[in-house]
Every structure is written in C-alpha cells, then in structure tokens.
C-alpha cells in the first residue's frame, strides 16, 4: 500500500450504508472528520457525472489540493466513491468491480434491506482484504 485511501458507499438521500479506510501513514485524529467532509462535498459532481457516461467506473470525478476522488454508481445508484492521494486507475477499477460483486452479494441475501447501512463482518473483512490486494 503507497498511499492512503477512503471508501464509501453512500445510497439514495445521500445516507452512507459503508465506511472503511486504508491509510499507510499515521493518523490524525482530524483526518477521518476531513476526508468524509471531502468525499461527500463531492456527491454533486458524482451525479452530474452519471448523466454524462453509461459506464459505471467513473474514475476521477473531483480533486481536493492533494486528494483524488473516484467513483463508481450501480445500477441501483449507490454511490461506491474512493479518496485517494495517488493515482493508481487499475487497482481502483479492480476494487470497484470486486467491491461491487460482494454488494451484489449482500444484496441477494433476504434479511438485508435496500438502502441501509452493511453492518455484515463477512463484508467488512472481504473489503478490507480487497483494499490490501489493490492498494
């Protein structure tokens, strides 16, 4: 990992339902307060960017002095947007596609209800193990 990155997945009516991190460097207490302000200041350009395009990966839809921001919208517009500080397009394209396999997932099993928070262990440890693959 060279670099320190953020994913979120937020649903419809802007509500986040996923929140993990991967940071290489030590943390600040202010950072995880800065880097959600950062990545939902960018929703509008996420959806201003989703009536421009038909693909799903958006890649780079904002920046923020030395922060990138990417994202990727499925089918049922849930937001999947990643902060980042390098620039790494294959690895992120790879952990939006996986990531987007296990929602797929979590979204096929009956108990869980659209548009509410991921609260499954299981997924957490499969998103964190795919943003050491990647990142």
Not at 17 to 38: K, M, V
Not at 57 to 62: C, M, P, Q, S
Not at 63 to 89: P, Q, W
Request: a negative charge; hydrophobic letters at 40%; glycine letters at 6%.
């Amino acid at each position: 990992m060279s670099g320190n990155y953020m994913f979120v997945m937020v649903a419809q009516g802007d509500t986040p339902i996923y929140e993990a991190e991967f940071l290489n460097t030590q943390r600040r207490e202010d950072t995880s307060h800065l880097n959600q302000f950062i990545i939902h200041a960018a929703l509008d350009m996420v959806d201003e960017c989703v009536w421009g395009t038909q693909n799903m990966h958006l890649k780079g839809v904002d920046k923020f002095n030395d922060y990138f921001i990417s994202a990727f919208v499925t089918a049922g517009h849930i937001r999947c947007m990643l902060l980042h500080d390098v620039r790494n397009e294959d690895g992120i394209r790879n952990f939006f596609h996986d990531v987007h396999e296990l929602y797929v997932k979590v979204l096929m099993n009956p108990f869980h209800e659209f548009n509410t928070p991921i609260a499954s262990p299981l997924f957490d440890a499969r998103v964190k193990v795919l943003g050491r693959k990647y990142f």
